[in-house]
């Protein structure tokens, strides 16, 4: 009675462990009927099966060239960046650049990533909200905020509800700018 207790707990344990064995190669995606790959091929499976997809990858082309950017003054080309629907844009005010842009993000981020031409460079759009923020504010406004939208080329300059028509057209008669105002709230501190 002994043996066949100890012969069903062995049974039943090779039973457990080939379940177990089972499960972690389906889990592994190694499964017997998909042929196994070796050398470069498995390599670059291995590779592409742990890139994400579309809109992650365009994510990561501009944190790329945004850490890239990190700490330095852009170069007087760069217009900026712009992710959406999976794309990732990057803008120049010298399209012969764009392979310049290639290198620092490489050859994984390339299939992911346009190139757009702009007028205007980020450091140019910077300097002039900097300045129409100095000036507006110097002729009586409440300027709140500033900023750029690179998607566009412009500069936005928020102020007060009832001040954005006079500074629109204080803004028109200083020529033709890529400023936009909006209006916003004022913030409390």
């Known amino acids: 009675m002994k043996k066949r207790i100890v012969f069903l707990g062995v049974v039943v344990l090779a039973l457990v462990f080939a379940a177990v064995g089972v499960i972690a190669v389906y889990a592994s995606g190694n499964r017997a009927d998909v042929p196994a790959q070796t050398g470069d091929a498995a390599a670059k499976a291995a590779d592409e099966a742990s890139l994400p997809r579309d809109g992650e990858m365009a994510d990561r082309a501009s944190d790329k060239l945004s850490l890239h950017y990190l700490g330095k003054e852009y170069p007087d080309y760069y217009g900026g960046q712009w992710v959406d629907n999976g794309r990732y844009t990057v803008y120049l005010t010298d399209m012969d650049k ?30 002039l909200a900097d300045e129409y923020r100095a000036i507006l504010t110097d002729n009586g406004f409440r300027v709140i905020e500033t900023g750029t939208r690179e998607q566009e080329n412009r500069v936005v300059i928020g102020v007060l509800s009832d001040e954005v028509e006079a500074a629109s057209a204080f803004i028109e008669e200083c020529g033709d700018l890529p400023i936009t105002v909006f209006e916003t709230s004022e913030w409390t501190q």
């Not at 994984?108 to 140019?124: G, H, I, M, Q, R």
């Open 98 to 127: 764009a392979d310049e842009v290639r290198a620092i993000l490489g050859s994984k981020y390339s299939e992911y990533t346009d190139f757009a031409p702009v007028k205007y460079s980020l450091n140019e759009l910077i300097a």
